[in-house]
């Protein structure tokens, strides 16, 4: 595989060969200069490895830029006529294909995009998967919460020997089926546990010896 940096260092293109076959993902930056959209790689009708400008556009034939999604309740689309909105549409042009059918159609939104908390941590409070119904609706997206333990919590999963609260943090997840799960890290940013939380669903079974104790 290849990447392609910009003068900051941030990976715009990466490119891969597979079968025979070029493949093309890019990363589009917001304001801040934080990784905002992952465009999902696609084959192209190409051989070359330099670096393809205007690869991904806007329905206004422009590149597909922060513009198109910063400040925007739901992102722009990408234009079918390029790029990985064009291989993931019915307008692609891969007819020598017996699979061509098989190939889902993103309805312009090739791509996965990533909010970040008002702050310096650089922390990721939202994300949208690939697809229009996952940019478009809110109950689909994925959201996370940054928070503190404490010793009460860190002694039931470890008994006496959990170190000080202080040490540790917690960080709860939302994805898009509704399921909560919560992870507990140490100083290090390493999962020392995980559970899942919020109501268990209707099709399972209550085990008798689980006490009502929140996570």
């Given at each position: 595989g290849?990447?392609y940096y910009?003068?900051s260092l941030?990976?715009?293109?990466?490119i891969s060969?597979?079968?025979?076959?070029?493949?093309?993902?890019?990363s589009?930056y917001?304001?801040?200069g934080?990784?905002?959209?992952s465009i999902i790689p696609a084959?192209l009708?190409s051989?070359g490895?330099q670096?393809?400008e205007?690869?991904?556009?806007?329905?206004?034939?422009e590149?597909y830029s922060r513009?198109?999604?910063?400040?925007k309740a739901?992102?722009g689309k990408?234009s079918d006529t390029?790029?990985?909105?064009?291989?993931?549409s019915?307008?692609?042009?891969?007819?020598?294909?017996e699979?061509?059918?098989l190939i889902?159609d993103?309805?312009?939104?090739p791509?996965?995009i990533?909010?970040?908390?008002?702050s310096?941590?650089?922390?990721?409070s939202?994300q949208?998967?690939?697809?229009?119904l996952y940019q478009?609706?809110?109950?689909n997206q994925s959201?996370?919460?940054?928070?503190s333990?404490n010793?009460?919590e860190?002694?039931r999963l470890?008994?006496?020997n959990?170190?000080?609260?202080?040490?540790?943090?917690k960080?709860?997840?939302k994805?898009?089926?509704?399921?909560?799960?919560?992870?507990y890290?140490?100083?290090?940013d390493?999962?020392?546990?995980?559970?899942?939380?919020?109501?268990?669903?209707?099709n399972?079974t209550?085990?008798?010896?689980?006490r009502n104790d929140s996570?």
């Open positions: 290849m990447n910009d003068g941030r990976a715009r293109q990466n060969q597979q079968g025979g076959e070029q493949i093309r993902g890019e589009i917001d304001n801040e934080r990784a905002a959209v084959p009708n051989t490895l670096y393809i205007n690869l991904n556009l806007n329905p206004s034939r590149s513009s198109d999604f910063e400040g739901i992102a990408l390029s790029g990985s909105s064009k291989y993931y019915s307008n692609n042009d891969v007819f020598n294909q699979h061509r059918d889902p993103a309805q312009g939104y791509l996965s990533s909010e970040y908390e008002r310096t941590l650089g922390r990721i939202k949208k998967g690939v697809g229009k478009e609706n809110k109950e959201q996370y919460y940054y928070g333990t010793d009460f860190l002694k470890f008994g006496s959990a170190g000080k609260a202080i040490y540790y943090r960080v709860m997840s994805d898009p089926n509704g399921q909560i799960s919560v992870k890290l140490d100083g290090s390493k999962v020392i546990a995980e559970a899942l939380a919020g109501a268990p669903p209707s399972l209550r085990l008798d010896n689980i996570v």
